[in-house]
């Protein structure tokens, strides 16, 4: 296993530099799921949520949060950032949404804590959004499954073929 690129010499958290990299364009996917009543899917899937459109919310919530990512994780490379797109996948059979991101730039670090970002929050705006409805609502498998670009190639998730 290797070192852990946030911490220095004596143990101390640390910025990674990143000055010498070269800039190349780097994509990150990630997902997550929320599960809920079925009642609570049909509400939102119908637009009808407590709190209105909960999808639309989603999404620009799940942007925003992207947008401010190295506000919130501290030592995380603010990122000008070319794309970030939110898709909802709702399943009804398993009474859930998965919500998927995908995050772009063309700069020396990876956009891995932006889709993750990404998801998390419009997850949680999900949440929000329906709670009036379903405070039981779980949240969870909130993951990478894919990045590219950078020095150390490729990454795809186990079981995850683009």
């Known amino acids: 296993m290797s070192k852990l690129s946030h911490?220095?010499?004596?143990g101390e958290a640390r910025m990674v530099d990143v000055s010498g990299k070269p800039a190349t364009v780097r994509t990150a996917i990630a997902e997550g799921r929320i599960g809920m009543k079925p009642e609570t899917l049909a509400l939102i899937r119908?637009?009808?949520g407590p709190k209105g459109d909960v999808l639309s919310a989603a999404r620009i919530a799940g942007i925003m949060a992207a947008k401010r990512t190295s506000e919130l994780i501290p030592l995380c490379h603010p990122l000008p950032l070319s794309f970030v797109?939110?898709?909802?996948?709702l399943d009804a059979p398993?009474?859930?949404?998965r919500v998927r991101a995908e995050a772009r730039t063309?700069?020396?670090t990876g956009v891995e804590m932006e889709a993750l970002m990404a998801v998390s929050v419009a997850l949680l705006t999900i949440y929000d959004m329906a709670k009036a409805a379903d405070r039981a609502m779980e949240i969870g498998g909130i993951r990478l499954l894919e990045k590219t670009g950078g020095t150390r190639g490729d990454y795809r998730a186990d079981g995850h073929g683009c």
């Open 85 to 89: 797109g939110i898709e909802f996948d």
């Open 7 to 10: 911490i220095g010499p004596q």
């Open 106 to 108: 063309m700069d020396r």
């Open 46 to 48: 119908g637009g009808a």
């Open 94 to 97: 398993k009474s859930e949404i």
